[in-house]
């Protein structure tokens, strides 16, 4: 089973920035956590992971809570391809991924 | 980053037939694995391709249905036996290494008719 539980589903104004939160309330000390998202049945495509520090790219920020219980994936600036399943994903075992159910974020015009 | 060719990208295929799909990388990798995506839903993993030695499947996928190869550290085979249309989905190869976040494939889309 995945390790993450996120909203199903979410809508965000395009140029706001979009939250997508993610809990993973067993995650191990040394366990990363990784965004993908996936847009019209593409392959996933990799944004961002973090151990426990913040971290930022180009493409978001991901924040971690200090007890590494949840994180939130920030997409400073949504645009409509941004439209996508987000993918809260933290890997068992030796770099397999189980992918929950993710958040479809819709970004309206 | 590592690119992934996976071929076919697409094929319609009658009941009771088989399919190969091909997984090619530019570079070694560590690990491969095969997913199964079924429409609307999210990504299953099937299996884990080990180079040289039979993959490891996970619980409700099995060698028969499912078999796999991996001759070498940059290219594995899935093998969709016996289909029937339950087996329409889009496959996807994934590759990861020590380190390095996994890649993903553009998937092969079958549909079985």
């Known amino acids: 089973d995945a390790k993450t539980t996120q909203p199903p589903s979410m809508d965000c104004a395009e140029g706001r920035a979009a939250n997508l939160p993610c809990n993973h309330s067993t995650i191990s000390g040394n366990e990363y956590v990784y965004w993908y998202r996936q847009i019209h049945s593409q392959g996933p495509q990799y944004i961002i992971h973090?151990?426990?520090n913040n971290e930022t790219n180009e493409m978001a920020s991901l924040i971690i809570t200090e007890d590494r219980k949840s994180s939130t994936l920030i997409l400073p600036h949504a645009t409509l391809r941004d439209t996508a399943v987000y993918y809260c994903?933290?890997?068992?075992?030796?770099?397999?991924?189980?992918f929950g159910t993710g958040t479809r974020l819709k970004v309206l015009a | 980053s590592a690119v992934i060719s996976q071929k076919p990208s697409r094929d319609i295929c009658q009941r009771g037939t088989s399919l190969t799909i091909q997984c090619q990388v530019d570079s070694q990798v560590t690990m491969m694995f095969w997913y199964r995506q079924q429409p609307g839903q999210s990504l299953t993993l099937i299996a884990t391709a080990n180079q040289g030695s039979e993959a490891t499947y996970e619980s409700g996928f099995v060698i028969d249905k499912f078999p796999i190869s991996r001759p070498n550290l940059t290219f594995s085979t899935l093998t969709v036996s016996n289909m029937s249309p339950e087996d329409s989905s889009i496959y996807l190869c994934s590759v990861a290494s020590l380190y390095t976040e996994a890649f993903f494939g553009q998937g092969t889309r079958l549909t079985v008719v």
């Open positions: 994903i933290v890997p068992s075992g030796t770099y397999k991924y189980i």
């Open positions: 973090g151990l426990k």
